[in-house]
């Protein structure tokens, strides 16, 4: 910036006209100098010479003189412009020294010659980046939003300022209540017209009483059907569901209320009540679906429960059968045909099977019993069932059978679908002939997965699939008993009459064989039973398999019912009676109340035990984990597990075992004695 120059420097300027006279009177004296030396020769003409050089230079420095600029350039004043400034100011050094400061900036900041870091944090780094940038700046509080500018004077310098921040004014919101009313007050909102829920807008503070001035699209597909001019909500609802939330909204609720449209009386939907500006908003939202897997969860649960019940029950059942059953055999040999108690005996032996029966099929509900599959061809199966059940029919009650073309096999334990299918038309049976007699059909065929969806099946994907299917022409199952037919002891028929445990069976049996079953009925019209089974396909063979080595024992055994036993029981009435009854018969029985008893027993008489007997479910140790501990001290001595249930999985804990046979609980001395020999023999 040039400032202009002081009356000092007017002064030292030369005038105008002074260099022309100055220049005029130097040419004058030289000329005057020169004439003595013009008149005295040669020799004087060195000092001539002399003489005309100083003129040329002084002629030649004088315009030079007349040159010299009017103005000079003067250092600006800083701190007079920063005392200037209304807003906090100083000039600041690189270092963070203070040079000048206004008024302002010592009333907000203090007389401090340094730069205090706790006021201004960010101050050395706006500093560097000035010196960077030449400018920059940064919010600070200081009593208040404030702006701190920082700006490079010259190398070293800075000038520091504070400013108020700018404030942006922000627009006062809207009260929500008043939103709400005025969109009310114009009807539904465009959030309300395009949601996927309903949305009805209503005259007056009832919503069940007052008119309904506007619904959304989504409002007809959930009440199922559109109001009418001047209607109600009430009436769009059932009496028990409107009556239900009229007590809760009157409680001061605004939902959500569980309620049934009257137009879709299988729908469950919750109702939201918002009340604006003598207007209310009520809010329909479909949760059929969310309920019916809510109950699908619960029933599957409480199904899981009763399972793990009636498999815990049919264990400890068992165990009392077997104890009594070979107390029996005990008796029975005390007393033989024609003895007066012999008949008693038959009795209890027959209640006691019938109860073992009965305990099966507990164990099948809770498939908690081990599955012998095979394979099986779905035609000679029924053909087999149904020669077996016309015995069983009376002479009220047809049955046909109706088998379709190119029928699959399937692998499944063929006792337990027999035993499905004879319940099922055992069922069918009593249903017919308590409505005077009728007809009962049973159906196999093979279904393609498209045509299995539309008869029932909701099981996952697995293509082609086998149908077993029983119809009959019964009085059918009213629509609140169908959702409870395969809860174990639910029973429609009279006391005495059914153990409820049937159509339990069918269902466990079906899970357990990878299958399906459904059931679809109207009353009157009969019900019909469809059993879906996953198609076995044999693989080809390219050669036939090799025969399985004979199995049995390296070392001859005697065969005349001699021998060492180990038998593992933790039920002390059946390991007692078993045990005396096996010593009867002319073997040596060790007795173990548990795993860890058991393998201390082994490992003292290591090489010396013929066979282990051993329960497969025990506190502590259980029977399979027993054998994988004991095998060392048992050698190739065969091994007989016995148990009230075996969980299926449970082959695969003794994977790699050779020589383990399984006896099913109940059991009495004949049928164990005729095993332990098979297993000494190598049978």
Excluded at 209 to 238: K, R, Y
Excluded at 255 to 272: C, K, N, Q
Excluded at 345 to 358: D, Q
Excluded at 483 to 510: M, N, Q, R, S
Aim: overall charge negative; some cysteine; hydrophobic content about 45%.
């Amino acid at each position: 910036m040039a400032y202009p120059a002081s009356d000092k420097d007017a002064r030292l300027k030369p005038r105008s006209w002074l260099i022309p006279l100055a220049a005029a009177l130097l040419v004058l004296s030289a000329a005057l100098a020169a004439a003595p030396a013009l008149s005295g020769g040669p020799e004087h003409w060195a000092g001539v010479a002399l003489l005309a050089a100083l003129a040329v230079a002084a002629l030649i420095a004088l315009p030079l003189l007349r040159r010299r600029p009017a103005t000079v350039t003067a250092e600006p004043d800083f701190e007079a412009m920063v005392r200037a400034l209304a807003e906090p100011a100083a000039i600041v050094a690189d270092d963070g020294s203070i040079g000048a400061a206004n008024e302002p900036w010592r009333a907000l900041i203090g007389a401090h010659r340094r730069l205090q870091r706790t006021p201004l944090a960010a101050a050395p780094a706006l500093l560097r980046a000035a010196s960077r940038d030449g400018h920059a700046s940064e919010r600070a509080e200081l009593g208040g939003p404030q702006r701190l500018d920082v700006s490079r004077l010259d190398d070293g310098r800075f000038l520091v300022r504070l400013s108020p921040e700018p404030k942006t004014p922000e627009p006062a919101p809207k009260p929500v209540a008043a939103s709400l009313a005025s969109a009310t007050q114009a009807g539904l909102d465009a959030f309300a017209v395009a949601s996927p829920f309903g949305a009805a807008l209503i005259e007056g503070e009832d919503p069940f009483s007052g008119d309904i001035l506007e619904v959304n699209e989504a409002w007809t597909g959930i009440a199922g059907e559109a109001p009418t001019p001047h209607s109600s909500l009430g009436p769009l609802l059932t009496d028990k569901s409107r009556e239900d939330a009229t007590l809760r909204l009157a409680a001061g609720g605004i939902g959500p209320f569980e309620v049934t449209p009257a137009a879709r009386p299988d729908s469950i939907s919750h109702l939201y009540v918002a009340r604006r500006a003598g207007r209310c908003v009520a809010y329909l939202v479909d949760v059929t679906e969310q309920k019916q897997m809510q109950a699908q969860l619960a029933q599957s649960n409480k199904m899981q429960a009763i399972g793990q019940l009636a498999g815990g029950v049919a264990h400890d059942f068992n165990n009392l059968l077997t104890a009594i059953l070979m107390n029996l055999s005990e008796l029975e040999t005390r007393h033989p045909l024609g003895d007066p108690s012999f008949d008693g005996l038959s009795r209890i032996r027959e209640n006691a099977f019938r109860a073992a029966g009965l305990v099966g099929q507990l164990l099948t509900f809770s498939r908690k019993v081990t599955v012998q599959r095979e394979t099986l061809d779905v035609g000679e199966l029924i053909s087999n069932v149904t020669v077996m059940l016309r015995r069983l029919l009376p002479e009220s009650v047809g049955m046909d059978t109706d088998y379709g073309r190119n029928l699959p096999q399937v692998r499944a334990d063929r006792q337990q679908l027999e035993n499905a299918v004879m319940n099922l038309v055992v069922n069918a049976r009593d249903a017919v002939r308590g409505h005077g007699g009728g007809k009962i059909v049973v159906r196999a065929a093979r279904v393609l997965e498209r045509d299995a969806a539309g008869l029932g099946y909701e099981g996952a994907p697995m293509g082609e699939m086998a149908l077993i299917e029983v119809a009959d022409d019964g009085p059918g199952i009213p629509p609140d008993v169908l959702p409870k037919i395969f809860d174990p002891f639910f029973t429609t028929k009279p006391v005495g009459e059914g153990t409820g445990l049937g159509l339990a069976t069918v269902y466990g049996i079906v899970k357990q064989s990878d299958g399906w079953i459904s059931v679809s009925s109207k009353p009157g019209e009969g019900a019909t039973f469809r059993i879906f089974l996953p198609i076995y396909e044999p693989p080809v063979l390219v050669e036939p398999p090799a025969p399985a080595p004979p199995k049995g024992r390296t070392t001859a055994r005697d065969l005349s019912g001699v021998g060492r036993i180990l038998f593992v029981e933790d039920e002390d009435a059946v390991r007692r009676v078993a045990a005396r009854l096996l010593r009867a018969r002319g073997y040596e029985v060790i007795e173990a109340a548990d795993g860890e008893e058991a393998l201390l027993i082994a490992e003292q008489n290591a090489g010396q035990i013929d066979l282990m007997i051993s329960d497969v479910i025990m506190p502590g140790l259980d029977g399979p984990h027993l054998l994988k501990a004991a095998r060392p001290f048992l050698g190739d001595a065969p091994v007989m597990f016995i148990s009230g249930y075996a969980e299926a999985e449970f082959s695969r804990v003794l994977e790699g075992e050779v020589g383990v046979s399984f006896l099913a609980k109940p059991i009495d001395i004949t049928v164990l004695a005729e095993k332990v020999k098979q297993a000494l023999q190598g049978g």
